[in-house]
Nanobody, 124 residues
Framework: QVQLVESGGGLVQAGGSLRLSCAAS????????MGWFRQAPGKEREFVAA????????YSADSVKGRFTISRDNAKNTVYLQMNSLKPEDTAVYYC?????????????????WGQGTQVTVSS
């Protein structure tokens, strides 16, 4: 069992930055691939970024490429999402998730555990 708690969301102006954190419980964090998804009101949950268990491979959605960076610190059981050059269309609830399997990380159904989400609001 893995419990995930996101933090770092908030209100920011367009062009600003935020760093989201996701703290995981349990001693097996380093064996999970991790991902970030987001969901805006009235829209489906969409993939943002993912990272392999070792941190050696990362994946990101085209909409955030060059602006968002995912990273992890296995010693701290934490995954991060650094978000730069934020746009109003980035406004959403952001969720982190943990996956036992290392493939299919762009698909929400791959993930076994989810956090409760953190709100990110970007004003124009």
């Amino acid at each position: 069992q893995v419990q995930l708690v996101e933090s770092g969301g908030g209100l920011v102006q367009a062009g600003g930055s935020l760093r989201l954190s996701c703290a995981a419980s349990g001693r097996t964090f380093s064996s999970y691939a991790m991902g970030w998804f987001r969901q805006a009101p009235g829209k489906e949950r969409e993939f943002v970024a993912a990272i392999s268990w070792s941190g050696g491979s990362t994946y990101s959605a085209d909409s955030v490429k060059g602006r968002f960076t995912i990273s992890r610190d296995n010693a701290k059981n934490t995954v991060y999402l650094q978000m730069n050059s934020l746009k109003p269309e980035d406004t959403a609830v952001y969720y982190c998730a943990a996956a036992k399997q290392p493939y299919g990380l762009r698909y929400w159904g791959t993930y076994d555990y989810w956090g409760q989400g953190t709100q990110v609001t970007v004003s124009s």
